[in-house]
């Protein structure tokens, strides 16, 4: 699909693209191409794909995967898609807002052009379903936040947070003229892979997002403090002081110069300390929100 071609769509059908929904509609057939190469579908894959917009990744989704969901928040869009691919048997389409649903089924691949006005809440969306892989054109800045390392200026809690389920990799970066209306800012695909096993159990992992949080909310302060200043847990100085200890961190440090194994010592080191403390459980540290 070419710029004109998505004009006569749009002038055709109706529709009304709206700005505010980070519709960037990908134009060039190259990248597209090499997406789909990248991504190796097979007839046993089950994709999700987050904003299908116009279906330009869907078409050739669904040549090429056994099943593909399509989640579009535009009610526009959505009645275009249904129409265009009324004949792929393959393809289900859910009118809805990617933040608030859950989407019924199990996936091996999420796909997206990523509307870039809520790219992090996506991501951290992702997680609740599991895939064993995802494939996602982002912001060149978000996708460079996503893999960078402690002490890095980009660093940060959706860094920590997706680096304890995925494997990040920046694949080849996209010029802003393969998209139309073009972007600001120059774009990124990036694979994220699962991990082979999580290092936390399912049930420490609601600690681990608290801590994480905690961390960063305090991005310039000592950890000690980002810790027991917190509006996400309720641990005090004298117990962040010692959970520090036993996870064998320098409260001196800050939560940005700290690796995911730096987390997971603290997650157990918080675990460990709050049982030997014998009260009801260490969820009680965590500030229900
Ligand atoms: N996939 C198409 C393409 O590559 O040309 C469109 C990509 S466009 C960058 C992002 C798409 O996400 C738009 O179709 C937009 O309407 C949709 N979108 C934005 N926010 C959404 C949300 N919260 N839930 C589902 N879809 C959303």
């Known amino acids: 699909m070419n710029a004109s071609e998505i004009k006569s769509i749009i002038h055709e059908h109706g529709l009304h693209p709206n700005k505010a929904l980070g519709q960037n509609f990908l134009i060039s057939n190259a990248v597209r191409d090499r997406i789909i190469d990248t991504i190796g579908l097979i007839r046993a894959d089950s994709v999700l794909e987050v904003g299908p917009g116009l279906g330009a990744l869907t078409e050739p989704l669904t040549g090429a995967a056994g099943m593909v969901t399509a989640v579009e928040i535009d009610s526009g869009f959505c009645r275009f898609l249904a129409k265009h691919f009324s004949d792929r048997k393959n393809f289900r389409l859910v009118h809805a807002d990617f933040l608030k649903a859950s989407i019924e089924g199990s996936f091996t691949k999420i796909v997206s052009n990523l509307p870039y006005y809520c790219s992090s809440e996506i991501l951290f969306k992702i997680l609740q379903y599991d895939a064993p892989a995802a494939y996602l054109m982002l912001q060149k800045e978000m996708a460079e ?32 003229q393969a998209f139309y209306p073009q972007p600001e800012v120059a774009s990124s695909f990036l694979s994220l892979c699962r991990r082979g096993s999580l290092a936390l159990k399912r049930d420490d ?85």
């Not at 100085?237 to 064998?248: F, K, N, P, V």
Request: hydrophobic content about 40%; proline content about 3%; charged content about 25%.
């Open 145 to 176: 936040r996503i893999v960078s390392g402690p002490g890095q200026k980009a660093y940060g809690a959706l860094t920590v947070t997706l680096s304890l389920y995925y494997e990040p990799v920046i694949l080849f970066s996209v010029p802003r």
């Open 205 to 289: 992992i609601a600690i681990f997002h608290r801590l994480v949080k905690s961390a960063f909310w305090g991005r310039r302060k000592m950890i000690r403090t980002a810790l027991s200043e917190s509006p996400h847990l309720r641990a005090g100085r004298e117990w962040a002081g010692r959970i520090l200890d036993e996870a064998g961190i320098n409260g001196r440090s800050r939560g940005e110069e700290l690796g995911l194994d730096d987390y997971i010592a603290l997650v157990r080191a918080y675990k460990k300390i709050r049982l030997n403390k014998k009260q009801d459980s260490w969820q009680d540290w965590i500030v229900k929100q």
